[in-house]
RNA sequence: GGGCGCGUAGCUCAGCGGGAGAGCACUACGUUGACAUCGUAGGGGUCGCUGGUUCGAUCCCAGCCGCGCCCACCA
């Protein structure tokens, strides 16, 4: 027996693990090694993250497709695993050892606080994927990969080493992005402009040798005019021309610096002369390169002035008695002291004016901190190059984006991308595979030893070390071990995230799984790691593997909440996927989420979508449960193609209708849509009028049509558990379970298989639309009959009489043969046939023909007049539309046959119900 | 400054060249043995504005008005 109502709680987990137990999720899995692959790899979660919104989102469309194609009988791989996520899980842990009070990173030293890491790891790594199972995410958990396990960090040191070697990646000192509070170089990427009021400051540098005169610069940041080296002017601007050659002397430090003539420069901006302090801006950093200018930096890593030991600083400019009096910015946090640089420049009568500023400053994804521009040694990865490929391959169509757009958005940026700077300085992580001689030479490759030998001979090559000292260090562990030096920086997460559709397949070793699954069928992912992340695995795709790491990526939206506000727990609107599951089930969330999955708008999730869809799933069980009452058991042997009934015919067709419907959605990546027919054909086709229809025969005497009504209801409820279950993986496997028809004496479903490894329905049965006449009759009188009787206020319980008039031989049989149905649908006492409708009746018209409800005493005549007057004027409306357009001789001409023949017959239609309202309204006349 | 997108029923959104749709909300009625997490019926929209293309425009094009997002070293 089928519980009374559906606990989402109770099958969940239940149904979960017989998935599972029966390896249903494994790639390869029952004789499908020569069916067609299918594969997609997970976009690895962080794994310190829980399960937010966007995972659920992205994990359920996934799921759907991969539960899609394995029902299709593909040889599915749903690639799973986590990312170690450098900083975010080091914050973590060290969180914690804050937390227990426990000695600090640095105190407890680097090899420790990795193992602590690992084991922080250990225990708490699992959510993310604990969470995506409640979701139902039927990925190969055996596969399951780390971007830190063994394997996956083999990849990313071979991936390094040849990138090395192809001179694609390289290290260099310039500016970086850098992050303040975790002391480390960030990519452009994890920086975001934020929009800050501030304030423009005015300061006026004296020009040598001009007595009073002096240039005016505007700047945001007043604290790096210590490290001013030139000023720059627009070669073309008239106002500077003479003073171009000419130095100014920089206030408060009294450094001589020139006055030249850049590009940079815009007139229109500010004083149309700006400051150039080449270590702390990216643009001035380029102009310092052109006109090799001296680069001082006054910023230590802290974001602290840094002026007494600072050997850039004092080695090049001799300190001036001003200079010394601001050495009291001296390890002042940058804030601060741009308020002193600011005051002493006040008092010194140097600030021409301070005006507000509204400009964007660039902020650290992470700490929140403004990044600032500095100088360092750091890794980078040569991207132009890499960039060539992986456009040729998306113009080629090779990769393609849907939707379409995106690929503008890709190419945007791959055509002006830069280097990439790929080292961190943080401890969790891959440590760059890379060391450094005693002379700082450095050695890249994948182990230690190999590095060791390729310096030994090295400076044995290079007459440093003569044979035998190389030898004599190879042969003592000790000296081996001093040697040479590891870069102690390690990668950015996204250079092994980057490896990933390759490297989970088992890379660099020519796995059977490499070859079978690579490239990945389709990648599913939110537009905001396109950069990050896409890119650069179609970068690193072609390059290692020759070949696009996947040929379609699908963009999705981002979900936000009802209001359309981004999701963030300031906000305080974060809806969580999982409490949402404890309410309504991980069914109706998915299916919510898939049914606003529209191509190119972002989602707005709200409480009331979610329960619209629980109860549709209440809905589903409930006819489950009818089918169950009414005796309707799936019967192996029943080929609905040779149903003899009319109504079963026409829901045998309108299933296939619905699967086709689905399917093409699917493969189109339309999740709405495909969502969108499966709701309305349970609801609105199987419940609403298949089962509204089949109740007569199924409580009507035993017989051969009910025997076959009985097949077809389980039949049709199988299809639709089938068309459903993508998207509704738990109840339907569960309703599969509880369906299945008993073998005497034997427990346990005799179902040949679990539903989610069950044959997608096909569109069998699509040329046969005979039925449609007949069962769209009875549907459309049912229909009308309702209508009317609300209209005219007939009491809902009340049984009235309805007569067929001048009904043809062809009505006359289907009304017959539909008789009980019809009564029972549109609550009638008796269905008559007159050749003239009877006085005081209602009259409307279905398919041509008008049916009369005789109501002698209870409609109101003035009211059925107005009714038939309000459908007259409908349908003359009509005409007219329809004569309008036919009379233009220019659509005549030029308007396709079909549609002009299609205005015809709806004209011709129009008439015709025309001709039977009149008739009508004689009558009613005439009763009056 | 560049690029992308969005303005359709009260709300959230589909549709996107041939007579405006769904869900929710709303109104009325209804416990007929699957389902009140339900059923039946109903009200509600000059499809942002202005032009253009077309036999025909909510749909294509241009401009404008609102709104959002992404990218960009500008003082």
């Not at 130095?247 to 004083?271: H, M, Q, W």
């Not at 456009?391 to 791959?414: C, D, H, I, L």
């Not at 009414?630 to 609905?640: D, E, L, M, Q, R």
């Not at 009875?778 to 009491?795: F, H, M, Q």
Request: with cysteine; aromatic share 10%; net charge negative.
């Amino acid at each position: 027996m089928i519980e009374k109502t559906y606990q989402p709680a109770e099958v969940e987990s239940r149904i979960y693990s017989a998935w599972e137990a029966a390896g249903a999720f494994r790639c390869g899995q029952g004789g499908r090694r020569e069916a067609e692959p299918y594969s997609i790899v997970i976009p690895p979660p962080n794994v310190t993250g829980s399960l937010h919104m966007g995972h659920a989102l992205n994990n359920t469309l996934q799921d759907i497709l991969v539960r899609f194609e394995r029902m299709r009988g593909k040889d599915v791989l749903w690639q799973p695993g986590t990312d170690h996520a450098g900083i975010a899980t080091q914050m973590v842990v060290e969180r914690q050892l804050m937390e227990k009070q426990l000695p600090g990173r640095r105190e407890m030293g680097r090899e420790a606080f990795i193992s602590r890491v690992w084991e922080w790891k250990e225990q708490s790594g699992g959510t993310i994927t604990r969470q995506l199972r409640r979701l139902g995410a039927s990925c190969d958990w055996s596969r399951e990969r780390f971007t830190m396990d063994e394997g996956l960090s083999r990849a990313v040191r071979k991936v390094f080493v040849e990138l090395y070697r192809a001179g694609l990646i390289y290290k260099d000192k310039r500016l970086v992005n850098w992050d303040v509070r975790f002391l480390t170089a960030i990519s452009d990427l994890e920086v975001q402009q934020v929009e800050v009021k501030g304030e423009l400051y005015y300061f006026k540098y004296p020009i040598e040798g001009l007595g009073e005169a002096f240039i005016t610069v505007a700047t945001t940041r007043p604290e790096t005019m210590l490290g001013d080296t030139a000023v720059a002017v627009h070669p073309e601007d008239e106002r500077y021309r003479d003073l171009v050659g000419k130095y100014a002397i920089l206030p408060l430090v009294g450094r001589r610096i020139p006055i030249v003539a850049d590009e940079i420069s815009d007139p229109e901006k500010g004083t149309g002369a700006v400051k150039i302090t080449p270590a702390h801006d990216f643009g001035d950093f380029e102009v310092g390169r052109r006109h090799h200018l001296p680069l001082v930096s006054v910023l230590d890593r802290e974001g602290r002035m840094i002026l007494r030991e600072n050997p850039d600083f004092l080695d090049r400019v001799p300190p001036s008695a001003e200079l010394e009096r601001t050495l009291a910015l001296h390890g002042l946090d940058r804030f601060e002291a741009r308020r002193r640089v600011v005051a002493r420049l006040q008092e010194l009568g140097l600030v021409e004016k301070i005006e507000p500023h509204v400009h964007m400053v660039p902020h650290a994804d992470r700490s929140g901190e403004v990044v600032e521009p500095f100088l360092t040694d750091q890794w980078y990865v040569d991207a132009k190059q890499l960039a060539t490929m992986a456009m040729a391959a998306v113009r080629s169509g090779r990769t393609e984006f849907v939707p379409k757009q995106w690929e503008a958005t890709f190419f945007n940026w791959m055509e002006n991308i830069q280097p990439w700077c790929i080292s961190r300085q943080i401890w969790w992580g891959h440590q760059i595979p890379a060391w450094y001689g005693p002379d700082d030479k450095t050695f890249v490759a994948e182990t230690e030893d190999e590095a060791l030998a390729e310096a030994l001979a090295w400076y044995v090559v290079h007459d440093v070390l003569t044979r035998e000292e190389a030898d004599a260090i190879a042969a003592d562990p000790e000296r081996r071990a001093q040697f040479l030096t590891r870069d102690p920086d390690v990668l950015d997460t996204w250079f092994s995230s980057a490896l990933w559709p390759f490297s989970t397949l088992g890379w660099p070793d020519e796995t059977p799984e490499l070859a079978r699954y690579y490239p990945t069928s389709v990648l599913v992912t939110g537009f905001d790691i396109i950069f990050f992340w896409v890119a650069r695995m179609m970068m690193m795709g072609l390059h290692f593997m020759k070949e696009v790491p996947f040929r379609t990526v699908y963009i999705h939206a981002l979900v936000r909440d009802e209001k359309g506000a981004k999701m963030s727990k300031s906000k305080g609107n974060v809806m969580d996927p999982l409490d949402l599951i404890d309410r309504y089930g991980a069914d109706a969330l998915r299916f919510t989420l898939a049914a606003m999955a529209a191509q190119g708008r972002d989602i707005k999730l709200s409480t009331a979508r979610v329960e619209g869809y629980r109860n549709f799933a209440t809905k589903l069980w409930n006819a489950a449960r009818f089918a169950e009452i009414n005796g309707c058991v799936t019967v192996p042997s029943f080929a609905p193609t040779t149903a003899r009934e009319t109504l079963n015919r026409w829901i045998a067709h309108e299933t296939a209708l619905a699967a086709r419907e689905i399917t093409e959605a699917l493969e189109a990546f339309k999740f709405n849509e495909a969502a969108g027919a499966a709701y309305r054909f349970v609801w609105n086709i199987y419940c609403d009028w298949y089962l509204e229809l089949a109740k007569p025969i199924l409580a009507g005497p035993d017989g051969p049509a009910k025997t076959e009504t009985r097949a077809m209801v389980a039949w049709a409820r199988d299809q639709i558990l089938k068309l459903l279950h993508p998207f509704m993986p738990f109840i339907t496997e569960e309703l599969w379970a509880v369906t299945a028809p008993r073998s005497a004496g034997q427990p346990g479903s005799t179902r040949e298989s679990l539903l989610i490894v069950a044959r997608w329905p096909s569109f069998e049965g699509l040329e046969d639309n005979a039925a449609e006449a007949e069962i769209g009759w009875v549907i459309d009188l049912v229909s009308a009959i309702r209508s009317v009787r609300t209209e005219i206020n007939v009491p809902p319980a009340a049984q009235i009489p309805l007569v067929l008039v001048a009904a043809v031989p062809e009505t006359r049989t289907r009304a017959a043969r539909w008789a009980d149905f019809i009564k029972r649908l549109a609550r009638l006492s008796d269905i008559a046939f007159a050749e003239g409708a009877p006085a005081q009746a209602v009259q409307i018209v279905v398919r041509g023909e008008v049916a009369a409800l005789p109501l002698a005493g209870v409609v109101d005549l003035a009211a059925e007049r107005a009714r038939l007057d309000k459908e007259l004027a409908k349908v003359d409306s009509d005409i007219a539309r329809a004569d309008a357009k036919l009379a233009r001789p220019d659509f005549l001409e030029r308007a396709p046959e079909e549609v002009i023949e299609g205005e015809r017959e709806k004209r011709e239609a129009a008439q015709a119900r025309r001709a039977k309202i009149l008739e009508a309204l004689e009558r009613l006349q005439g009763a009056g």
